[in-house]
C-alpha cells in the first residue's frame, strides 16, 4: 500500500499548472519528478544507438536468441535487485541501482578506447543485453518510486505531468545523438549519459526530501523503522504468484510486448521488401518519427489526465489494444489491394507505428503505472521489477515465437491482423478487470487510513483515494 506522499499545501488552485491538472502545492515535486525522468529517458537515448556504432550485425536468428538471453538476464537482475531492496531503504538503493549503471558505462568506455574505439561483436551482444535490460529496469525502479511518493490520487493527475519530463528527454537525447554521433563518437555519448544518470541521483535525493513517511502506516505496510523493507531476495516472485492482481498487471504488459514484437518484425520484413522505395524517403520517416514524440507530448499535456478522470482507468488501458487490433487491420486491408504499391504500404505502417507507440507512452503508460499505487512498498520494489521487466521481456519472447508461427504458415499481414483480434479481447477485458481491481484494493486501503489519520496530519501528508 502506499506509504508516502509528497507534501502539498494550500486549495486546489495550482496557477499555471491547470492544464496538467496540478495542485497548489504540488509544483515543485512534479518538476523535480519530471527533471529525474528527463535525464535518465535523455542518457538512454543518447546511448542507444551506440549499439550499432559498436558494429552489432545480427541476423532473424541471432536477434532471437539476444531476446531470449535478454530475459533471462532481466530475472537474474531483478532478483539481485530484490535482495538489495531487503537490505537497504530506498534513499540508498535507488542511487545504488543507478550508479552500477554508470559503472557498466565505464567498463564499456574502458573497452571501447582499449581498442581504438571498436568493439567485437560478442561485445556488441553484451552492450545489446545490458542496454536492453537497463532502459526497463530504470524505468521501472523510477515509477515504482513515484508510486510510493504520490498517492493513487495525485497519481492519476501528476503522472502525465511527470511522463512529459521522459518525453522531452527521450526527445533531445536522440536528437542529440543524431547531432552529436559522428563528432564526438561512442565513448563520449556514454559520457555524457554517465552524467545524466549521476544527475538523476540527486534529483531522486531531492524528490525523496520532500516526501514524508506516517511511521505507523508503513509499519503496517511491512516497513522497518530504519527504512528497509527486509524480507528476502525471492520476495518478489512469491508476492507475484500469489497475488492475481499482480499477475493481471503482468498478462497487460506481456500482451502489450507481444503486439511491440510483432509490429517490430512486421516492420523489418516491410523495410526489406520496400528497400528501393525506402532509400529516397529517409527524410520522411525521420520526420514521422519527430511527429511521433510530438503526438505524445502533446497526449501528456492534455489528453491523458482528462481521459483517466472521463472514462477511468480500465477504459484507458484499453485504448491500446484497440489501436493495436484496428491498426493492423486497416494495415492487412491495405496491402491486399491489387494497385497498393510497396511504399504505400509502408507508409500506411509508418502511421500505425506512430500512433501505437504514442499511445503506449503517453496514455497507456501513465495509466497502469497508478495500478501499482495499492500495492504495497515490498511489492512495488522487489515484484513490480518482475513484472516490468522479466516479463516484458518474456513477452517479447512469446512475440517472436509467435512472429515464426505465423511466418511459418504463410499467414502475411492477414494472419497477424486476425491474431490481433482475440489477443486485444483478452487485453482490454484485463484492463478493465484490473481498474475494478483496483478500486476494489483502494477501498481497504481508505479504510486503513481512518485509524492513520491523525499521523498524516501530522506529517502533512494528504491521503489519496480514487
Not at 258 to 273: C, G, I, K, N, P
Request: aromatic letters at 12%.
Amino acid at each position: 500500500m502506499p506509504v508516502s506522499v509528497i507534501v502539498t499545501h494550500g486549495e486546489d488552485k495550482g496557477i499555471g499548472w491547470s492544464v496538467l491538472r496540478v495542485r497548489a502545492g504540488e509544483g515543485p515535486g512534479v518538476v523535480l519528478s519530471g527533471g529525474f525522468f528527463f535525464l535518465l529517458l535523455f542518457g538512454y537515448f543518447l546511448i542507444r544507438p551506440v549499439r550499432e556504432a559498436m558494429g552489432v550485425q545480427r541476423s532473424m536468428g541471432d536477434l532471437r536468441w539476444l531476446f531470449v538471453t535478454t530475459c533471462a538476464v532481466s530475472l537474474l537482475v531483478t532478483l539481485l535487485f530484490g535482495g538489495v531492496v531487503s537490505r537497504l531503504d530506498r534513499a540508498r538503493f535507488i542511487p545504488l541501482g543507478l550508479r552500477v549503471v554508470v559503472v557498466c558505462l565505464l567498463v564499456f568506455m574502458s573497452l571501447l578506447a582499449a581498442f581504438d574505439g571498436r568493439a567485437s561483436v560478442g561485445t556488441g551482444y553484451v552492450f545489446y543485453v545490458w542496454l536492453s535490460v537497463m532502459n526497463v529496469f530504470m524505468v521501472s525502479v523510477f515509477w515504482a518510486f513515484m508510486n510510493d511518493v504520490w498517492t493513487l490520487e495525485q497519481g492519476k493527475r501528476v503522472f502525465p505531468a511527470i511522463a512529459v519530463g521522459g518525453t522531452c528527454g527521450a526527445f533531445l537525447g536522440s536528437m542529440t545523438a543524431w547531432q552529436i554521433a559522428d563528432e564526438v563518437g561512442a565513448l563520449w555519448q556514454m559520457a555524457i549519459a554517465a552524467l545524466m544518470f549521476e544527475g538523476a541521483v540527486w534529483l531522486m535525493r531531492g524528490v525523496d526530501s520532500r516526501a514524508h513517511i506516517s511511521e505507523d502506516v508503513r509499519d503496517r505496510a511491512g516497513g522497518r523503522s530504519d527504512g528497509r523493507l527486509g524480507g528476502t531476495w525471492i520476495d518478489g516472485m512469491r508476492a507475484l504468484g500469489r497475488s492475481p492482481y499482480l499477475m493481471g498487471i503482468g498478462g497487460y504488459i506481456v500482451l502489450m510486448a507481444v503486439s511491440s514484437t510483432l509490429l517490430y518484425f512486421t516492420q523489418a520484413r516491410l523495410v526489406v521488401d520496400a528497400s528501393d522505395e525506402l532509400e529516397s524517403r529517409v527524410g520522411l520517416f525521420a520526420q514521422l518519427d519527430m511527429w511521433t514524440q510530438g503526438a505524445t507530448l502533446l497526449a501528456q499535456l492534455f489528453l491523458t489526465g482528462r481521459l483517466i478522470r472521463w472514462v477511468g482507468v480500465g477504459w484507458t488501458l484499453a485504448v491500446l489494444p484497440i489501436v493495436t487490433v484496428v491498426g493492423f487491420g486497416v494495415l492487412a486491408w491495405v496491402s491486399s489491394l491489387d494497385s497498393v504499391e510497396g511504399w504505400q504500404v509502408f507508409g500506411v505502417f509508418a502511421a500505425f507505428n506512430a500512433l501505437h507507440r504514442a499511445t503506449r507512452y503517453a496514455i497507456a503508460r501513465p495509466a497502469r503505472e497508478t495500478l501499482f499505487a495499492v500495492v504495497s512498498r515490498s511489492e512495488k520494489y522487489k515484484a513490480k521489477p518482475i513484472v516490468d521487466v522479466f516479463l516484458y521481456r518474456g513477452g517479447d519472447v512469446a512475440g517472436t515465437g509467435v512472429d515464426a508461427w505465423l511466418a511459418g504458415m504463410s499467414a502475411g499481414l492477414a494472419g497477424v491482423a486476425l491474431f490481433a483480434g482475440p489477443m486485444a479481447v483478452l487485453w482490454c477485458g484485463l484492463g478493465l478487470w484490473l481498474a475494478w481491481r483496483q478500486s476494489e484494493l483502494a477501498k481497504g486501503l481508505d479504510t486503513t487510513r481512518e485509524g492513520s489519520a491523525d499521523a498524516d496530519r501530522e506529517t502533512g501528508a494528504i491521503p489519496g483515494g480514487v
